[in-house]
């Protein structure tokens, strides 16, 4: 992607983010970068193009954060653990209007970027489970794809239903729930002890680093 392309990517995030998508018009976009409409329409061919740009740039920007997780050298707790940082960080700058925005007016991109999600948060939880009973902190006789795949309806259904409001499932504390909920089923005797020796100290030292 060439640079000019990305500089206005992140100043368009930067409005959807101010004002929503649906109040943010190609002009409004235009006039904040600085450029005229005819030049914006030359990097992007609509507001659905420019749309789909952005979230699919946030999308492969978080996917990259997990992509470098697994290249350390983390038993499948720690990765876990790992991942619980990064989403919490995530959810600090995440605007839910957003998502709601692209699924009321843009549905294909949002069906598109649900599957990418889907597809993701499957293999990542899969691999991690396998990861985890190789490595005996994890229970061996648990069915790894089934419990990856009710872990993608467990996120999905969260976020298609009103049980939550929006702010509730967007929130530190309800996905730290989720979190906990999600690994005490899957941990054994050996695993319980170690994540119990070493969360709390982990979620201290997580908030000291990222202050």
């Known amino acids: 992607m060439e640079k000019k392309t990305l500089t206005f990517l992140h100043q368009a995030t930067g409005l959807y983010h101010r004002y929503g998508i649906k109040s943010v018009t190609m002009d409004d976009v235009a006039h904040h970068l600085g450029i005229s409409k005819k030049t914006l329409y030359e990097h992007f061919r609509n507001k659905e193009d420019l749309v789909g740009s952005v979230i699919f740039l946030e999308h492969d920007r978080q996917r990259r954060y997990f992509d470098e997780i697994r290249k350390k050298k983390l038993n499948a707790i720690e990765e ?14 995440y605007h839910p209007s957003i998502e709601y925005d692209v699924r009321k007016y843009y549905p294909s991109l949002f069906m598109k970027l649900r599957n990418l999600r889907r597809e993701g948060l499957y293999e990542s939880t899969y691999r991690n489970l396998i990861k985890g009973q190789k490595e005996g902190l994890y229970r061996k006789e648990m069915n790894a ?8 309806a467990r996120f999905e259904y969260l976020s298609e239903n009103d049980v939550f409001t929006n702010d509730e ?12 909920y999600h690994i005490f089923g899957i ?25």
Request: glycine share 2%; hydrophobic share 45%; no cysteine.
């Open 80 to 93: 876990l653990m790992e991942v619980y940082r990064i989403i919490n960080r995530v959810l600090r700058d």
């Open 145 to 152: 794809d089934i419990i990856s795949r009710l872990h993608v």
């Open 169 to 180: 499932l967007t929130s530190v504390k309800v996905f730290h729930e989720i979190f906990l």
């Open 187 to 211: 941990l054994n005797d050996k695993g319980r002890v170690f994540f119990s020796k070493n969360f709390e100290k982990y979620k201290a030292n997580m908030v000291i680093a990222d202050t």
